[in-house]
C-alpha cells in the first residue's frame, strides 16, 4: 500500500495497525507469530489457500469493502465482523478503539460505494459488449437477407 493513502497508525509493543484508505492492516512485531506472519505474507499462493485459517493467530489485511462492522467490546477493544471469516478482536485502549472505530466508519461507506460503482460500471460494459455483438449479429443477417 503506498504510503500516501495512510490514515492512521496505532503503534503498540507487540504490533501495529496501520488504516489506509482502502485496507486495514495489522502487523505483529516479533516472536513466532511474526515469523508466521512473514510466511504467509511472502506467499500469496498460501496465503490465499490457507491464509483464513490463520485468522485467529495472524491477522490479515482485510480491504474495507469487505467489513460487515465495526464495534466496540465490553474491554474497550475494537471487534471487527467480516462475513465468512472469523471476527477479528484488536486489543487497543478504549480511547484509541474509539478513535479507530470512528475512522473506520467514516471509510467503511465510501469503500462500499466504490465497490458498488465499480461492479454496476463492469455490468454495464459487460451490457454494452453484448449489445454490441447483438448488433453486429444483427447487421450480418440483414447483408446476408440482401443477398
Known amino acids: 500500500m503506498p504510503a500516501e493513502d495512510l ?3 496505532i503503534d503498540k ?3 501495529t495497525v496501520k488504516l489506509h484508505q482502502s ?3 495489522v502487523d505483529l512485531k516479533e516472536g513466532v507469530r511474526k515469523e508466521l506472519e512473514d510466511v504467509v505474507e511472502a506467499n500469496p499462493i498460501l496465503r490465499g489457500s490457507i491464509g483464513f485459517l490463520f485468522q485467529n493467530v495472524v491477522p490479515l489485511d482485510v480491504t474495507l469493502k469487505d467489513i460487515e462492522s465495526v464495534e466496540q467490546n465490553e474491554k474497550g477493544q475494537v471487534k471487527i465482523t467480516i ?5 477479528i478482536t484488536i486489543p487497543l485502549e478504549p480511547n484509541e478503539s474509539k478513535k479507530l472505530i470512528n475512522k473506520l466508519n467514516e471509510l467503511i461507506p465510501i469503500e462500499k460505494q466504490k465497490e458498488m460503482e465499480r461492479i454496476l460500471a463492469s455490468e454495464g460494459a459487460q451490457r454494452e459488449q453484448a449489445l454490441g455483438r447483438a448488433e453486429a449479429i444483427f447487421a450480418a443477417e440483414d447483408v446476408e437477407k440482401t443477398r
Open 7 to 9: 490514515v492512521m497508525v
Open 13 to 15: 509493543p507487540h504490533f
Open 23 to 25: 485496507l486495514l492492516e
Open 83 to 87: 462475513p465468512h471469516r472469523k471476527d
